[in-house]
């Protein structure tokens, strides 16, 4: 079992930055691979990033990529979503999640696949 907890989440205006933070308990954190996911009220939850175990590979969706940037000390046990540049659109639930890939390099960007979620952090960009 892993224990996921975020933090970090808030009421920033648009163009600003946060910093998520998921700190994980239980298990091995280094071996598994860490996502992040988002979502808002009546739709599905969207994928944001992914980093490898090593944190030496890293995807992010379209809608994202160069605002935001995700990182991981498996020294803390802690993954990071660093997102600037803030836009209204970007307002969800933001989560965190494991998957369990025994320190191979395949980190998926489907929600389905990931074996361990967080509480959850409201993120709230006003315009």
């Known amino acids: 079992q892993v224990q996921l907890v975020e933090s970090g989440g808030g009421l920033v205006q648009a163009g600003g930055s946060l910093r998520l933070s998921c700190a994980a308990s239980?298990?091995?954190?280094?071996?598994?691979?860490m996502g992040w996911f988002r979502q808002v009220p009546g739709k599905e939850r969207e994928f944001v990033a992914a980093i490898s175990w090593s944190g030496g590979s890293t995807s992010y969706a379209d809608s994202v990529k160069g605002r935001f940037t995700i990182s991981r000390g498996n020294a803390k046990n802690t993954v990071y979503l660093q997102m600037n540049s803030l836009e209204p659109e970007d307002t969800a639930v933001y989560y965190c999640a494991a998957y369990d890939n025994y320190y191979s390099d395949y980190y998926p960007r489907s929600s389905a696949e990931y074996d361990y979620w967080g509480q959850g952090t409201q993120v709230t960009v006003s315009s």
């Open positions: 239980g298990q091995t954190f280094s071996r598994f691979a």
